[in-house]
Every structure is written in C-alpha cells, then in structure tokens.
C-alpha cells in the first residue's frame, strides 16, 4: 500500500480550501492529520477519496493515479472510509448494516468477514439484531469501523472517529484500531486526542490553512509543546 497526495489545490467554487498540499502515508503505519477546525483536514480526506475533485496536484495509491477518478472507483481500489457523523443505516439492523455493502476490495490480501469483525468488536455480536439507531454512540462507531472493514481496504481512513465519545470508549475504539493496524492495514486519523493518537499513530501532519505546516513522528510531537499551543490550540 501506498498514498501520496503530491501539491494538491481544492476549491469549494471560488474559495480555495487546500494550497499545495502534500502528504505520504507508509505501508502498514497509522498516520493522523491535526489541526484546528476549517484548516482543511476533511477537504483532505475528501480530496483523496474522490468526494471533491481537486484542482490541481495528483494523488497516487499503489501507483495509479487516483485524482480524477470517482468516489465508488476509489474505494474500490483498496479505499475506506468511516465518515464524519457515522453515517451508519439506522433502519437497518447491525448484521444488514455490515453485510449491505460488502466486498473484497483488497484482491486477498485483507479478508474481513461477518464473523471476524464481530471477532473484533464482541459488543456488535450481541447487538446483531438491534436496529441501527438502537445502539451507543460507541456501538455505532464500531459499526461505521467494521462496515469500512468489510470492504477490505488497504487504507483506512476514519474521519473524527471518536468524536462525542466518552474517554472509556474512546480508548478501547483506539485499542481496536490498533490491533486492525497489525493486520497489515494502513490507517489515515483525523482526530484531536493528540495525547492518546501518540501512542497508536507513527506519524503526523498539522494541517494550517489548507497546507502542511509541520509534520513529524510521535515522539517528535510529543516534544514540542509549543506546537500544540500554535496549531492545535491545546
Ligand atoms: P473541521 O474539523 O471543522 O471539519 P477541517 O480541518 O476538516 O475542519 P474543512 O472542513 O476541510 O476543515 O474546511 C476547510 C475550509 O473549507 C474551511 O475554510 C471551510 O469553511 C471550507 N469548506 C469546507 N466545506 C465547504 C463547503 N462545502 N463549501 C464551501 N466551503 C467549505
């Protein structure tokens, strides 16, 4: 697996959102991209998921060039997403809502099944039968991230997966997303737990203004308090 997002421009009409960004995700690491809100971290993400067309730039996975392609032939060469807010189907139960979009993106080399997500994440296996919109604000979440699984991305990217959760489970949906990293997937991370991201992730993008303006691994994060102060506002 691999990504990179070469000097990309992304417009909303008029209004410039991204300004030459670049970015590069190794194989098998979980990388986060930080910022303040509105500096570009979901028009990222949806620049590389063919949500929003950039302007200028290209982005490559495994090679091919994916900028320009559409949503749906993205995801399907090895692109996953757990979207902002969730978005899982709330009238349909947990076992529909995990089997309604799967598939083997990944040509074997990933191989996420009913049974080994359910594996993964145990809370689902009782809830099989509950409706969508029956289940936590954790439940849905291990519902959004084993839905991404059953596509078999090689990269998944989750989009503020833990927003609104309570700190318990947060963590634990953090310790699943490490033990999916040890299967061989790579993990893009929007999220603001910067304390907690440090211990799952390998690297890191500060994202201002619709452009990289620090990037670094953890324990270089971890050591310069005065970027939190300047670009992450904690
Ligand atoms: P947040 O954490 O709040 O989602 P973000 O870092 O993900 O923030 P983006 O949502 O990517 O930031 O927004 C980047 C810029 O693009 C902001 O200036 C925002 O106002 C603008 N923007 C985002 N979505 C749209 C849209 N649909 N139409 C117009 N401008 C948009």
Redesign the pocket.
Known sequence: MSLSVKNIE?F??N?Q??FGLSLDIATGSVTT?L????????????SIIGN?RCRSGEIFFNNDKISGLPAYLVAQKGIGLVP?GRQIFPNLNVRENLIATAANYSQGKTNWTLDTVLDLFPALRERLNNMGNQLSGGEQQMLAIGRALMLNPELLIL??ATEGLAPLIRKDIWQKLYDVKQTGISILL?D?NLEELSRIADYHYI?EK?TVAWQGDSDALLAAPDLKSRYLGV
């Open positions: 992304t909303y009409g209004s959102a991204l991209l910022g303040r809100n509105g500096m570009g971290k979901t028009t990222t993400v949806n929003i902002e989009d503020e929007i603001k994202i619709g």
